[in-house]
């Protein structure tokens, strides 16, 4: 695993100085590690995970871990969420404003059994702590994410990787986007095909920032490579826009909220960019995906599509 620097102004340095990698995407994996904090559920069968169930989860995991990890705000009817968890400090503090995405998102299963935290970069020191804000934030009797509070069946903190056995190279290959894809440029979204690519790869250079990992191509290149090699990519048959309202604490107010869900199927042999998808997988894709937006999957594309 990748040795972390030891303080904002070692990082700084480091991604400031991080040239290209030897080779390509695959060295980015073999570097590349992240954590997993998973806690199960006793919920109904019936149950169904809603895209407001993960804004107010952000927002209570963000409440609940408290003093230690929130930048203080001045307004104390303020309640902290989700976009002050950035460190300040990297060994025990965190605050808003950095130019890097947040080092976490949030994922469910199918089923909304298993819940899930992804933490990257310095926040994995504190997979346990984070582990029980997160109980508490399920658990609690008012205020809850779910509506109600539910048991806890297991918990489990543990280093994700990507195998070697995991890649695919091979044809008719597209991307299942399992939850809204949120992206938008001046407040219109942007759902082409290559505005969806070039997204990924704003999103994992960024995550990659947290690591001062240097990236094997620079952004003008990798975003012509895209461009070249995948001119040919749509969104297939059954891709919808999915809508959600996005309640705030901090600005009081109710945004409305809309993203895509669909398979874009990619019309081209990935060949040494199966990497780069398969780390897409991994950090989600777009906007807001610390509420869990913007997760993909790689998956066959039948010939119909």
């Given at each position: 695993m990748i040795a972390l620097p030891p303080n904002l102004c070692a990082i700084r340095r480091k991604i400031a100085?991080?040239?290209a990698l030897s080779g390509s995407w695959g060295d980015v994996i073999d570097h590349f590690r992240w954590v997993d904090v998973e806690i199960d559920l006793d919920v109904p069968g019936s149950f169904q995970w809603q895209m407001s169930h993960f804004v107010a989860l952000r927002g209570a995991v963000g409440e609940a871990l408290g003093a230690?990890?929130?930048h203080p705000v001045s307004d104390p009817l303020d309640i902290p969420g989700a976009n002050f968890l950035m460190f300040r400090n990297w060994e025990t503090e965190m605050a808003k404003g950095l130019p890097y995405p947040k080092p976490f998102l949030l994922q469910v299963e199918q089923g909304g059994a298993t819940v899930r935290i992804r933490l990257f970069g310095p926040l994995m020191a504190h997979a346990s702590e984070v582990s029980e804000a997160l109980t508490r934030a399920l658990t609690?009797?008012?205020?809850l994410p779910l509506g109600r509070a539910y048991s806890v069946v297991a918990r489990r903190v543990f280093v994700g990787q990507i195998a070697p056995g995991d890649l695919s190279d091979g044809e008719n290959l597209a991307l299942?986007?399992?939850?809204?894809?949120?992206?938008?440029?001046?407040?219109?979204?942007q759902d082409a095909p290559l505005s969806v690519l070039r997204g990924i790869h704003r999103r994992l250079s960024g995550i990659l920032a947290w690591y001062g990992i240097g990236?094997?191509?620079s952004v003008s290149e990798m975003h012509q490579i895209l461009?070249?090699?995948?001119?040919?990519?749509?969104?297939?048959?059954?891709a919808a826009r999915d809508a959600w309202k996005h309640p705030t604490a901090r600005q009081r107010q109710i945004f409305p909220e809309r993203g895509l869900v669909g398979l874009l199927n990619l019309n081209a042999h990935c060949g040494d960019l199966a990497p780069f998808f398969k780390l897409g997988e991994v950090v989600h894709a777009g906007g807001k995906a610390a509420i869990g937006c913007g997760r993909f999957e790689m998956v066959s594309a039948s010939p119909d599509l």
């Open positions: 100085g991080a040239g230690r990890f929130i609690r009797n008012e205020r299942w986007f399992l939850t809204p894809l949120s992206m938008r440029h001046h407040k219109v979204g990236l094997p191509l461009a070249d090699r995948f001119s040919g990519a749509y969104w297939a048959r059954g």
